[in-house]
Each structure stands twice: as structure tokens, then as C-alpha cells.
């Protein structure tokens, strides 16, 4: 009887579990702002308001859980004060500097 290798399980990269920090939130923040990307963008607050809790953003924001989700989810378009709204609950804010 031969044994075989088991094949090593892969764990999907979840940004969420690593932003347990404020300095690590805003320095996440800050790499995603500079790729100049709108949907990476609603993806890092999507991961930040996952780190710190959906449920409790969204009230934070006042917003309902189930639009916080569609309003970040991939592809989404929303109004730029839904952004701030959003940034506003995480506890981010966005610097504008010399390009």
C-alpha cells in the first residue's frame, strides 16, 4: 500500500484579518489611494469595514448593513458622499497632497 502527499490546503488572502490597527488601516488606505483605482478603492473600505465590523460601520455611517454591501461590492458606483460617509465610520480621512 502506498501513501500518498497530502496536497497543502491554501487559505484565500483576506486583507480584513490583517487591519487590526489603525496604522495598519491607514497605511493600507494610503498604498490603495495611490493606485488611482475607484474599484480597488471601495474594496479596501470593504476590507477595513470587515476588519472593524460591518454591522457597526454601517449604523456608524447611517447607512443599513445591506447597503453598506452594495455600495462597495465590486462594480458598484456610489455617490461620493456615501464615500465619505463610509471613510468617516472607518476613522480614515483623505489628505489631498501635491501629485
Same mark, same amino acid.
Given at each position: 500500500?502506498?501513501?500518498?502527499?497530502?496536497?497543502?490546503?491554501?487559505?484565500?488572502? *483576506? +486583507?480584513?484579518?490583517?487591519?487590526?490597527?489603525?496604522? @495598519?488601516?491607514?497605511?493600507?488606505?494610503? +498604498?490603495?489611494?495611490?493606485?488611482? *483605482?475607484?474599484?480597488?478603492?471601495?474594496?479596501?473600505?470593504?476590507?477595513?469595514?470587515? @476588519?472593524?465590523?460591518?454591522?457597526?460601520?454601517?449604523?456608524?455611517?447611517?447607512?443599513?448593513?445591506?447597503? !453598506?454591501?452594495?455600495?462597495?461590492?465590486?462594480?458598484?458606483?456610489?455617490?461620493?458622499?456615501?464615500?465619505?460617509?463610509?471613510?468617516? @465610520? !472607518?476613522?480614515?480621512?483623505?489628505?489631498?497632497?501635491?501629485?
Amino acid at each position: 500500500m502506498t501513501k500518498t502527499k497530502a496536497t497543502p490546503k491554501l487559505v484565500v488572502f *483576506d +486583507a480584513a484579518r490583517y487591519l487590526n490597527d489603525d496604522e @495598519a488601516i491607514a497605511e493600507y488606505m494610503t +498604498a490603495i489611494l495611490e493606485t488611482n *483605482d475607484p474599484d480597488l478603492l471601495l474594496l479596501a473600505l470593504s476590507d477595513v469595514a470587515r @476588519a472593524k465590523g460591518m454591522a457597526q460601520v454601517a449604523k456608524d455611517a447611517g447607512l443599513g448593513r445591506e447597503s !453598506l454591501y452594495k455600495a462597495l461590492a465590486p462594480g458598484a458606483k456610489p455617490r461620493f458622499e456615501t464615500v465619505l460617509k463610509v471613510a468617516r @465610520a !472607518l476613522g480614515v480621512k483623505f489628505i489631498a497632497q501635491p501629485a
